[in-house]
C-alpha cells in the first residue's frame, strides 16, 4: 500500500496519483485539508514500530503502509483552520495529528518521499555546498562574509558576482551591480553569500531512485524560476548529460539519503558543470509540464516498488 | 589547538578545557559572547578548498587552519547574538545565521564531539520518538514510546529534569558508563555510531521488576559527571 499526504489537487501530488492509477497500484490519499476526520497513533516496544491510520472512517495498519510520497503544506495554514482560535481543539488536533505522523514518517521502514532530516541539508546553501564538492561536482566560488572590502576584492577578481541567501529563505538570486556598492555596509550586521556568476545554461536535474531527468532552461534572467516576473523569458527542454555527470547526481542524492530530488546545474559554454543547489522536495510538475518528461511516472514506479 | 565552544555559564565546558589542559592538550575556550562580539568574518568554498577566519574582540583569531579538534557545546546559536536581532527580519537574520554556523562549523577538519548538524549545531538534537526507534534498532532495551493525534507535541519533546539514576557516555570508540549500566557498553556504542554521534551522553533508569532501561540520549551530556574516566576519553580523542 502507498500512502499520499499532502492536498489532492496540487499538481505533484495528483500526478503522482494518477500515474499510480495507470500502474494499477494500491494507494490511499491522506487529504491534508480533511485532518478533522483523520486520526493516527503508533507505539515503539520491544516488538517493534506499529500502530494505525484512520482517514476519514478507513482504518489502515501502519504496517501495511510500504511507501510514501509527502506533499505536505505546514498545517498551520490550512485553510480549513483559518477561522479556528490559536489552541482551539481543531487547531490542537490538527498539530497533534501532524506531529505524530511526521514522527511516524521519521521512522517508517519502506520508501518515504522524502524523509524531513536528510532534507535539512537545504537549509543552508554553504554546509550543502560542501557536501556536494565531496560528490565530484564543482560549486561556484563562494565567500561569505560582513567585510565590505573583501567583498569588493572578490568582485575584483571574478568580474560579474551574484548574492543570494545563506539559508533557504528568500533565495532569489540577485547581480550585485555598482549600485549596490553604496549599501555595501549593511552586511557589517549579517553576513551575505556572494558568488562568483557562472556563464551558461541551466540545467535541472530530477533524480528519483537511480532514474534521471534533465531539463535545460534557457533564459534571459540570472534566475530562470522568478524570469516572468522579472519581465524575462525561460524555455524548458529535455537534455541528455555526460554520464560522469549522471553518476555524481546520482551518487549525491543516495549520500544525502534522499529518494527524491532536483538538482540545479549550470553547464558553462566550455561544457563544464556547476552545481547550485540539491532541492529534497521538488515541485517537478513545472518541468513535466513543459517537455513531457515522464517524472511522476517514475515517482510513481519508485513508490510501487519497480525500480 | 583543540576548540572549546560553548556558551558563558557552561560548567560542563569549563570543565572539560581544564581537564584536557590537564592531560597536554592545547585548548581555547571560545564563547557565544566571544562569537556575538567577533568582527571580521570570512568563509569562503571554492576550487581552492575551504577557508574560515574569524576575528574575535580579544585579539585572538579563530581559523580552520589554526583548529584541529573542537568540542562543541553550542546546541544553537550563541544566546548573546540571539538578543541583538530584532526587528521585521528577525527571523530572516535567525535562520542566514544558523546556515552559517552550520557551514562554518562542518568546515573545522580534525575530531568534532560532535559536528554540526541541521537538527543542531553540536549534533543531532533527536525527538523522543527517534531516540526509541535507534534504541530499538541497536537492541538497547527501552522503555515503549506511544504517540497520537491525542498527544501535545510540545509536552513530548520535554525531557527529564532529574539526572537520570544511571548515565552511559560513548566518546569516539570508548563507553564510560556507571556500574549498574556497564554491560550495555555495545549497545551503547551501536547507539552512537547509529546517530552518528561521536559524543553521547545516554541516560538509563531502572524499571519495577528492578532491570534498567534506556530512558534518553543527548548530544548535549553533563560532562562533569563522567569524571576521570570520561576526561581520559576526551583527552585520547584529540590527542595527536
Redesign the interface.
Known amino acids: 500500500m502507498i500512502l499520499l499526504c499532502g492536498i489532492p489537487s496540487e499538481s505533484p501530488l495528483a500526478m503522482v496519483a494518477r500515474e499510480l492509477d495507470a500502474l494499477g497500484a494500491a494507494y490511499r490519499v491522506l487529504n491534508q485539508r480533511k485532518v478533522a476526520a ?9 516488538a ?2 506499529a500502530g494505525t491510520l484512520t482517514l476519514e472512517g478507513e482504518t489502515l495498519s501502519l504496517a501495511a503502509i510500504d511507501a510514501v510520497y509527502v506533499r505536505l503544506m505546514d498545517d498551520r495554514f490550512l485553510p480549513e483552520l483559518e477561522e479556528e482560535p490559536e489552541g482551539s481543539p481543531a487547531r ?2 490538527a ?3 501532524h ?2 505522523l511526521q ?2 514518517l ?2 517508517a521502514p519502506g520508501r518515504v518521499v522524502n524523509r524531513a ?1 536528510p532534507q ?2 537545504n ?5 550543502q ?2 557536501l556536494i ?1 565531496k560528490y565530484g561536482l ?10 565590505p572590502d ?1 567583498v569588493l576584492a572578490f568582485r575584483r577578481q571574478h568580474g560579474t558576482i551574484i548574492y543570494k ?6 533565495s532569489i538570486v540577485q547581480a550585485f551591480a555598482d549600485e549596490d556598492v553604496d549599501r555595501l555596509d549593511h552586511i557589517r550586521w ?2 551575505v553569500q556572494f558568488q562568483a556568476l557562472v556563464p551558461g545554461t541551466d540545467v535541472r536535474v530530477h533524480v528519483i531512485g537511480d532514474e534521471t531527468f534533465a531539463t535545460e532552461i534557457v533564459s534571459d534572467k540570472i534566475d530562470y524560476r522568478y524570469a516572468k516576473r522579472a519581465g524575462g523569458s525561460a524555455e524548458l527542454r529535455a537534455t541528455e548529460l555526460p554520464s560522469d555527470i549522471v553518476e555524481k547526481c546520482i551518487a549525491l542524492t543516495r549520500g544525502l539519503d534522499l529518494a527524491f530530488v532536483g538538482i540545479d546545474l549550470k553547464r558553462t559554454p566550455d561544457g563544464e558543470f556547476f552545481c547550485f543547489e540539491v532541492n529534497p522536495s521538488p515541485a517537478f510538475s513545472f518541468y513535466e509540464a513543459n517537455t513531457e518528461q515522464p517524472i511522476a511516472r517514475a515517482v510513481a514506479r519508485y513508490l510501487a516498488g519497480a525500480t | 589547538m583543540v576548540l572549546v565552544l560553548c556558551e558563558e555559564g557552561d560548567l560542563a565546558a569549563a570543565w572539560a578545557a581544564e581537564r584536557l589542559r590537564e592531560r597536554s592538550i592545547e585548548v581555547d575556550v571560545v564563547t557565544g559572547a566571544d562569537l556575538a562580539a567577533a568582527g ?8 581552492d578548498g ?1 577557508t574560515f577566519e574569524l576575528a574575535l574582540a580579544d585579539g585572538r583569531q579563530l581559523s580552520r587552519a589554526r583548529v584541529h579538534g573542537m568540542l562543541n557545546r553550542l546546541s544553537f546559536l550563541p544566546s548573546a547574538w540571539v538578543r541583538r536581532l530584532g526587528g521585521p527580519d528577525r527571523d ?2 535567525l ?6 554556523y ?2 562554518w562549523l ?2 573545522f577538519e580534525g575530531p568534532k564531539l560532535n559536528a554540526p ?3 543542531g549545531l553540536c549534533g ?1 538534537w533527536r ?1 523522543p ?2 531516540w ?2 535507534l534504541a ?1 534498532q541497536v537492541d538497547l ?2 522503555k ?10 510540545g509536552v ?1 519533546w520535554q525531557g527529564a529534569m532529574a539526572p537520570p539514576p544511571a548515565a552511559a557516555y560513548v566518546v569516539g570508540e570508548r563507553v564510560v558508563a556507571e556500574p549498574p549500566v556497564q554491560a550495555f557498553a555495545a549497545p551503547c556504542r551501536r547507539l552512537a555510531a547509529a546517530a552518528g554521534a561521536s559524543l553521547l551522553g545516554i541516560d538509563f533508569a531502572a524499571g519495577a521488576d528492578g532491570h534498567w532501561h534506556f530512558t534518553g540520549a543527548t548530544v548535549l551530556p553533563d560532562l562533569v559527571r563522567g569524571g576521570a574516566p570520561l576526561a581520559d576519553a576526551l583527552a585520547e580523542v584529540f590527542r595527536p
Open positions: 483523520h486520526d493516527i497513533a503508533w507505539q515503539i516496544d520491544g517493534g514500530l490542537r488536533h498539530r497533534g495529528f506531529d505524530a514522527r511516524w521519521e521512522i532530516e535539512g541539508s537549509g543552508s546553501k554553504p554546509y555546498a560542501q564538492q564543482r560549486i561556484p566560488e563562494t565567500l561569505i562574509t560582513n567585510d573583501a541567501s545563506i539559508s533557504g529563505v528568500r549579517c553576513p | 571580521h568574518l570570512e568563509h569562503r568554498i571554492g576550487v575551504i530572516y537574520a535562520q542566514e545565521s544558523y546556515a552559517l552550520l557551514s562542518h568546515a548538524t541541521p537538527q543531532n525527538h520518538s527517534a526509541a526507534a530499538l532495551p527501552a515503549p514510546y506511544r504517540q497520537s493525534s491525542r498527544d501535545d507535541p513530548l
